[in-house]
T-cell receptor, first 112, second 112 residues
Framework: GPKVLQIPSHQIIDMGQMVTLNCDPV?????FYWYKQILGQQMEFLVN????????KSKLFKDQFSVERPDGSYFTLKIQPTALEDSAVYFC??????????FGEGTRLSVL | GDSVTQTEGPVTVSESESLIINCTYS????????LFWYVRYPGEGLQLLLK?????QKGSSRGFEATYNKETTSFHLQKASVQESDSAVYYC?????????FGTGTRLQVLP
């Protein structure tokens, strides 16, 4: 079936650096999401994105975070600069209108 | 805010036994939330198991069932006879689909 692909599966960076997490959503989906899960905690909504724009974001979506999907390619989450508390697994998801989102397997981000 | 509370795991049952994983929700910002069960099998990404969007209705998939009970604000997951392949982490969640709120997950281990 259709899949959401996340690249890479694990990324290690030094605090203060920039990181970009890539997501390849299902080709005919129009809604895109990022979720964050800190180890041992629940998965939490960060942001949703539709028609080239952020529709809604949570308080976890700090000013250092940004998302975009240039020219219908990867849907990306950029963190600049990173902080220690950004270490988590980030899940991308996509959906068609009003359907339950389909999730990727996540990218584990380790900020040292 | 909106929240989901589910059985704290791990839950261990023997093959062919019955299973219930409790889920209750609180929807303060949504009058009629969609309710979901997602599942993560070992080594795989999060997948939708079942969803119900109308109060009083039952959803079912792979032998699992859950009924949307608005009176008790519950959406318990049940299966009459589990199999070893059902071992996974199960997440109760509520919507709308463009901003899903997850529970903390319940790890289920089915013994052969």
């Amino acid at each position: 079936g259709p899949k959401v692909l996340q690249i890479p599966s694990h990324q290690i960076i030094d605090m203060g650096q920039m990181v970009t997490l890539n997501c390849d959503p299902v080709s005919n989906h129009l809604y895109f999401y990022w979720y964050k899960q800190i180890l041992g905690q629940q998965m939490e909504f960060l942001v949703n994105f539709y028609n080239g724009k952020v529709m809604e974001k949570s308080k976890l979506f700090k000013d250092q975070f940004s998302v975009e999907r240039p020219d219908g390619s990867y849907f990306t989450l950029k963190i600049q600069p990173t902080a220690l508390e950004d270490s988590a697994v980030y899940f991308c998801a996509s959906s068609s209108n009003n359907q339950a989102p389909l999730f990727g397997e996540g990218t584990r981000l380790s900020v040292l | 805010g909106d929240s989901v509370t589910q059985t704290e795991g791990p839950v261990t049952v023997s093959e062919s036994e019955s299973l219930i994983i409790n889920c209750t929700y609180s929807a303060t910002s949504i009058a009629y939330p969609n309710l979901f069960w997602y599942v993560r099998y070992p080594g795989e990404g999060l997948q939708l198991l079942l969803k119900v969007i109308t109060a009083g209705q039952k959803g079912s998939s792979r032998g699992f069932e859950a009924t949307y009970n608005k009176e008790t604000t519950s959406f318990h997951l049940q299966k009459a006879s589990v199999q070893e392949s059902d071992s996974a982490v199960y997440y109760c969640a509520l919507g709308p689909a463009n901003k899903v709120v997850f529970g903390t997950g319940t790890r289920l281990q089915v013994l052969p």
